[in-house]
């Protein structure tokens, strides 16, 4: 019995396929951040770049596409062929906020991309203006109760995570504090050291280095363990208020359809980086926890997440168009 020609083509292109993505990589990786150079994506990459080249044998070329949130960025690798050589490094903004944000986002995460590995969680402090007389959540939230709408809160702008923490805080606490959108976190922290906002949320190191120095005062941190770089400072849970744990994430992706064998080659290399001490110790004195998660486990954390910061923003009435 004679096996059809199509048959033995079909049979050989996979087999040439398999030894092909056993062999990744065998060029450069090109790795998209959607923001300029030297913010805190870019650290995060560079933290992560020269070990990772060591376990894939690989040079890992950083590409900035900044622009639109993240979104500039996104559609490039969106567009890219699926083979494994071209990444994204992208924020809890980019992967999960940004759908619910913008009305006419031109991609969707998990249908676009490709989840590679969760790398990092990032945590917020929650501030207040030193001169305040709460010293504490507690204190804070009975204070802002009894001044409804008189407490104002600052954020880095509309929709990013300075502006959903809050309003995550004020849904759980039942507080009625006013938003005031600022053009990045700079002129917001200004402003609530002077006092003309009372509230925000920022990043762990920005946040502890001007607590540290007086100028704004931690109240708790919002991951559900303490944070070592504030280790004085209670989580909001420890504050009284159950289950409270929202917290940042950094991870990479892929275009969509990437065979599950290149995914489980970047996957791992991943976790080999983080395994190493010195990765972790750096990683945390630049304000984020590593917290590893493959591929697949990292697509499953994406579809919890995604509804989560949805409702948030549906919640904050924030729209971009």
Do not use: C
Not at 228 to 236: E, F, R
Request: charged share 15%; glycine share 8%; aromatic share 8%.
């Amino acid at each position: 019995m004679r096996t059809p020609i199509r048959t033995v083509a079909a049979v050989l292109l996979l087999a040439a396929a398999s030894v092909a993505h056993a062999a990744f990589p065998e060029k450069p990786i090109r790795l998209v951040i959607g923001f300029p150079a030297g913010g805190p994506l870019d650290q995060h990459a560079r933290l992560l770049a020269d070990r990772l080249q060591a376990v894939l044998g690989q040079p890992l070329i950083i590409d900035y596409k900044a622009g639109a949130g993240g979104t500039v960025g996104a559609q490039d690798v969106m567009k890219a062929p699926a083979d494994g050589y071209t990444l994204m490094l992208a924020n809890t903004g980019v992967m999960v906020i940004n759908p619910a944000l913008y009305a006419k986002l031109p991609y969707q995460t998990l249908r676009d991309f490709t989840p590679i590995a969760r790398t990092a969680m990032q945590p917020l402090a929650l501030l207040v203006n030193p001169n305040l007389p709460p010293k504490n959540l507690r204190e804070f939230v009975a204070y802002a109760k009894a001044r409804p709408g008189q407490v104002n809160y600052g954020s880095a702008g509309n929709g990013g995570i300075s502006h959903l923490v809050p309003e995550m805080f004020k849904n759980a606490s039942g507080l009625f504090m006013v938003h005031i959108p600022y053009r990045g976190s700079a002129p917001a922290f200004t402003d609530l050291m002077a006092g003309q906002v009372q509230f925000m949320a920022e990043s762990i190191p920005q946040a502890a280095a001007y607590h540290k120095q007086g100028k704004v005062r931690a109240l708790a941190v919002t991951s559900r363990e303490r944070n070592p770089a504030l280790p004085d400072i209670p989580t909001v849970i420890e504050s009284g208020i159950p289950g409270f744990e929202v917290v940042g994430f950094y991870g990479f992706l892929a275009p969509a359809n990437l065979p599950k064998d290149v995914a489980a080659r970047l996957s791992d290399a991943f976790r080999q980086v983080l395994t190493s001490p010195d990765i972790r110790n750096r990683m945390i004195a630049q304000g984020a926890d590593p917290a590893f998660l493959g591929h697949e486990d990292f697509a499953r954390y994406l579809q919890q997440e995604t509804p989560r910061w949805a409702d948030a923003v549906k919640r904050s009435g924030a729209r971009m168009d």
